[in-house]
């Protein structure tokens, strides 16, 4: 551990933050663990973030999270950059060094691999065609995800699908691009389905997706957690499909950070989660 034993501190950072269930999470697992200590919100503007994130030494925080805008800007204030960050092309955790130097990682990847294999035991990346849909943020880590477990061919589809061109440009992997109009047919003879963009979000249209091509063997995740259940999911575990939503993602990502900043690794239980979905 290298921050006070007295009263343990973490936080996440964000512009707007006010709708993070991160705090809960942790917070929960303070207490779980009979630990002393608090994870706060903490609402930093864009022009603030370099302020705030070297503040955290001194004010004897372990670290944060970064969600948006922050988590690629931070990258460039940051002391170090891990591989897997650099890869993905933004921080989502950031661990205060014992001598006040700050590292950067993502941990997204690890919570979206590690939520399916926890509702989906027997689930493999290599089991048959994974789709992809989105090429944002959220998309690579799930990329990034997969590859690493072994995915043999992801058909990945954007809406600009030069973002996806330039994606796979700095992957390379078993990836191929295929245009916006093709999402529907591109679901022929897939394992498993990955909505990463935006849309089914509350406040968001649903994604406009013809599941009618879709085995009903394969896998359909959405990394999008607030509805819990999106319309995509719905529609997919009304025709029988076995679906795992975004949620999980969110509270696995929080177990390799306690690991850095406090030496504790955590677990997501049932009652963790659905302490979570019921504030969503
Ligand atoms: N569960 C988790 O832990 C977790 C982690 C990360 C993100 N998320 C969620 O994932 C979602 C995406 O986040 P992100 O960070 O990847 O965002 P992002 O980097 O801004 O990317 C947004 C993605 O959505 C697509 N998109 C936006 N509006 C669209 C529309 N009208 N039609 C079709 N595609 C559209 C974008 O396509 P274009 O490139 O064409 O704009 C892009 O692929 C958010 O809802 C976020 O909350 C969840």
Redesign the pocket.
């Given at each position: 551990m290298n921050v006070s034993d007295d009263f343990l501190l973490a936080g996440v950072m964000g512009w707007p933050v006010s709708q993070s269930r991160s705090p809960a999470m942790h917070n929960y697992w303070m207490k779980e663990h009979g630990l002393t200590g608090s994870y706060v919100r903490l609402a930093i503007s864009p022009d603030g973030l370099q302020d705030a994130l070297r503040a955290l030494p001194s004010l004897q925080f372990a670290g944060c999270n970064l969600t948006?805008p922050h988590?690629r800007a931070a990258m460039k204030i940051v002391d170090e950059v891990d591989d897997i960050a650099r890869k993905i092309g933004?921080i989502?955790c950031v661990i205060v060094r014992r001598d006040g130097s700050l590292a950067g990682t993502n941990n997204?990847h690890y919570?979206?691999i590690e939520?399916i294999l926890d509702l989906e035991p027997n689930w493999r990346a290599d089991a048959g065609p994974i789709v992809v849909?989105?090429?944002?943020?959220?998309?690579?880590?799930v990329i990034y995800g997969l590859v690493h477990r072994g995915a043999r061919e992801i058909r990945l589809i954007?809406?600009?699908q030069a973002?996806?061109e330039a994606l796979v440009q700095e992957f390379g992997g078993p990836i191929t691009v295929l245009p916006?109009e093709d999402r529907h047919d591109a679901l022929e003879g897939a394992a498993m389905l990955v909505n990463?963009?935006?849309?089914?979000?509350i406040g968001?249209?649903p994604?406009?997706l013809e599941l009618d091509k879709l085995p009903v063997e394969a896998l359909v995740t959405d990394?999008?957690?607030?509805p819990r259940e999106t319309p995509l999911l719905e529609a997919a575990r009304a025709r029988g499909n076995r679906t795992v939503n975004?949620?999980?993602?969110?509270l696995h990502?929080g177990r390799p950070a306690w690991k850095a900043w406090f030496g504790i690794e955590p677990t997501v239980t049932p009652e963790l989660r659905a302490m979570i979905e019921a504030t969503l």
């Amino acid at each position: 551990m290298n921050v006070s034993d007295d009263f343990l501190l973490a936080g996440v950072m964000g512009w707007p933050v006010s709708q993070s269930r991160s705090p809960a999470m942790h917070n929960y697992w303070m207490k779980e663990h009979g630990l002393t200590g608090s994870y706060v919100r903490l609402a930093i503007s864009p022009d603030g973030l370099q302020d705030a994130l070297r503040a955290l030494p001194s004010l004897q925080f372990a670290g944060c999270n970064l969600t948006i805008p922050h988590k690629r800007a931070a990258m460039k204030i940051v002391d170090e950059v891990d591989d897997i960050a650099r890869k993905i092309g933004a921080i989502s955790c950031v661990i205060v060094r014992r001598d006040g130097s700050l590292a950067g990682t993502n941990n997204d990847h690890y919570g979206f691999i590690e939520n399916i294999l926890d509702l989906e035991p027997n689930w493999r990346a290599d089991a048959g065609p994974i789709v992809v849909i989105g090429a944002g943020g959220g998309a690579r880590a799930v990329i990034y995800g997969l590859v690493h477990r072994g995915a043999r061919e992801i058909r990945l589809i954007n809406r600009t699908q030069a973002r996806a061109e330039a994606l796979v440009q700095e992957f390379g992997g078993p990836i191929t691009v295929l245009p916006w109009e093709d999402r529907h047919d591109a679901l022929e003879g897939a394992a498993m389905l990955v909505n990463t963009t935006s849309q089914g979000m509350i406040g968001q249209l649903p994604l406009f997706l013809e599941l009618d091509k879709l085995p009903v063997e394969a896998l359909v995740t959405d990394i999008v957690y607030i509805p819990r259940e999106t319309p995509l999911l719905e529609a997919a575990r009304a025709r029988g499909n076995r679906t795992v939503n975004g949620l999980g993602m969110l509270l696995h990502q929080g177990r390799p950070a306690w690991k850095a900043w406090f030496g504790i690794e955590p677990t997501v239980t049932p009652e963790l989660r659905a302490m979570i979905e019921a504030t969503l």
